[in-house]
């Protein structure tokens, strides 16, 4: 019989030894696997002509719902754009539109991976803040 009381009893961490990913590492690593997953499904269907869609929509479904639970409405948009829109058919990038309600200026953004997705995300939550604190 297993006895819960003594479970754990000899186990030693050491801090040092510590593993931490920081939240921009796992926000990269989520996109960008997401991401590929995306692009392996399209290149079996033009490869191949299989539509996975009926077995993998659901496990999508369930990621994008975690990406909006997670990290919001808008957050969850632009990590949806990022991954089925910023390309067209033959790969190449679509740039974003950015418009500055202060100055009325539109700048071109060009997302290429995860890390200026987050990079980008973080930008905007900083003008978001600092317009909520006016």
């Known amino acids: ?8 009893k000899n186990l030693i961490i050491k801090d ?10 796992t926000f990269i690593d989520l996109v960008d696997t ?3 997953a995306h692009q392996r499904s399209l290149k079996v269907e033009k490869e191949h002509g299989l539509k996975l869609e009926k077995y993998d929509g659901l ?5 994008e719902n975690l990406f ?12 949806m754009w990022y991954v089925y ?13 950015l418009f500055d309600e202060e100055t009325g200026d539109e ?4 997302i290429e991976s995860g890390s200026d997705l987050y990079s980008f995300i973080q ?7 600092n317009k909520n604190k006016k």
Do not use: C
């Open 34 to 36: 997401f991401s590929m």
């Open 85 to 97: 829109d910023r390309t067209d058919e033959d790969g190449n990038l679509y740039p974003m539109m």
């Open 16 to 25: 040092k030894n510590k593993v931490t990913t920081s939240d921009k590492q």
């Open 1 to 8: 019989m297993f006895n819960i009381s003594s479970f754990g």
């Open 123 to 129: 930008k905007i939550a900083k003008k978001i803040k």
């Open 107 to 110: 700048t071109e953004v060009v």
């Open 68 to 79: 909006f639970a997670h990290y919001g409405e808008w957050q969850g948009e632009l990590i």
């Open 59 to 63: 496990f999508y479904i369930l990621i």
